[in-house]
């Protein structure tokens, strides 16, 4: 069992760009939230997918958006790149029918310059 | 979101056990009581969970106050693979979001 997989793992942006982040959830699991984690600070939520559809969302703008795919892979998209989206993008996974644990990938750090 | 309260560090020798303290007065009744623990350059990793009762599992055990307003994390033999950031987070099951905030630094010392 392969876990979460992120892709890339380190990503240098320039502001204003967009950027794509990939996420494969571990085997068995249908449901995907991303997180954003600045230095020194906890992860913060970002949203949550299940079934192709945004289930829940954090405090964060709509330059935040993402998908979910048939799979249950998914996609963190970020436009309009500011010099403050640089941390570590987290996409964890788990079933929320039987939910009592979240798995984590290793992330991608996204540095934007 | 309920709001849990955690030193920002412990410092501990290897070998001996270390007790992760964590404060939630406002811990609803259907909140469970989740750690996580974050490794240096890697994702946080679930370490053990529990809502009344105490609980063990082969990486910690789980103390939770009879009014479960506070609760602590046994680790009951420190090794310097468990020097990591430890979260402890308030979860109402059902894959909602977890509610991070910015847990417990522990150092491991020989």
């Known amino acids: 069992d392969a876990g979460v997989t992120q892709s890339p793992t380190h990503l240098i942006k320039t502001r204003g760009q967009q950027v794509t982040l990939r996420c494969s959830p571990k085997s068995g699991h249908d449901t995907v939230s991303w997180y954003q984690q600045a230095l020194g600070q906890g992860p913060q939520f970002i949203f949550q997918?299940?079934?192709?559809?945004?289930?829940q969302r954090g405090n964060f703008p709509d330059r935040f958006s993402g998908h979910q795919f048939p799979n249950y892979s998914s996609e963190l998209n970020v436009n309009a790149l500011l010099l403050g989206d640089s941390a570590l993008y987290l996409c964890a996974s788990s079933r929320p029918l039987h939910s009592t644990e979240a798995f984590f990938g290793q992330g991608t750090r996204l540095t934007v310059v | 979101d309920a709001k849990t309260t955690q030193p920002n560090s412990m410092e501990s020798n290897e070998e001996e056990p270390v007790h992760l303290p964590c404060n939630h007065s406002?811990?609803?009744?259907?909140?469970?009581i989740h750690w996580y623990r974050q490794l240096p350059s890697q994702g946080p990793e679930y370490v053990i969970h529990g809502l009344t009762s105490n609980v063990n599992n082969r990486m910690a055990s789980l103390a939770i106050a009879e009014d479960r307003k506070s609760s602590t994390l046994i680790l009951h033999r420190a090794t310097l693979r468990d020097a990591a950031v430890y979260y402890c987070i308030l979860f109402t099951g059902g894959g909602n979001k977890l509610t991070f905030g910015t847990g417990t630094q522990l150092k491991v010392e020989l």
């Open positions: 997918y299940y079934e192709e559809e945004e289930r």
């Open positions: 406002t811990i609803s009744g259907t909140d469970y």
